[in-house]
C-alpha cells in the first residue's frame, strides 16, 4: 500500500521548534522529489521546503528561508526542522512526493496539481 505519514506537529510557543517526520510505504521514497506544504487557515495550500531528486538540492519559501530545514533520513523518511517558530507558522503540514523531473527545486514546491502522493497531514499550532 503506497502512502505518506506525518508525525510530530504539535502546540509549541513563538520561538520554539519542532522537527516533523515522514514515512513513506510501498515506494522508494528519495527515487522522488520530497516536498513540505502546509496550508494555514482561510490560505491556500503552499510549498515551503522541497528537495529535488537526484542532486537532493533544495529550496525554501522565502517566509520560512533561514528557519526551516528539510533534509532526508533513512528508512524512507524525510524530515522538517523548524526553529524559531512565529504564529504565521501555524497550518496543517503536508508531506509530498512528486516523481517529475523538475529542473530545479523551486519548480517542485510551486507544483503542487503534478504531487503524486500526499500523506494527509500533521497540526502545527505556534501558540502563546
Known amino acids: 500500500q503506497v502512502q505518506l505519514v506525518e508525525s510530530g506537529g504539535g502546540l509549541v510557543h513563538p520561538g520554539g521548534s519542532l522537527r516533523l517526520s515522514c514515512t513513506a510505504s510501498g515506494f522508494t521514497l528519495n527515487l522522488h522529489g520530497r516536498a513540505w506544504f502546509r496550508q494555514a487557515p482561510g490560505k491556500e495550500r503552499e510549498g515551503v521546503a522541497c528537495?529535488?531528486?537526484?542532486?537532493?538540492?533544495t529550496y525554501y519559501a522565502d517566509s520560512v528561508k533561514g528557519r526551516f530545514t528539510i533534509s532526508r533520513g533513512a528508512n524512507n523518511t524525510i524530515y522538517l526542522q523548524m526553529n524559531n517558530l512565529k504564529l504565521e507558522d501555524t497550518a496543517i503540514y503536508y508531506c509530498?512526493?512528486?516523481?517529475?523531473?523538475?529542473?530545479?527545486?523551486?519548480?517542485?514546491?510551486?507544483?503542487?496539481?503534478?504531487?503524486?502522493?500526499w500523506g494527509k497531514g500533521t497540526l502545527v499550532t505556534v501558540s502563546s
Open positions: 528537495l529535488r531528486r537526484g542532486d537532493e538540492t
Open positions: 509530498a512526493a512528486d516523481r517529475n523531473p523538475y529542473d530545479v527545486a523551486s519548480a517542485l514546491c510551486r507544483s503542487e496539481d503534478q504531487v503524486d502522493f
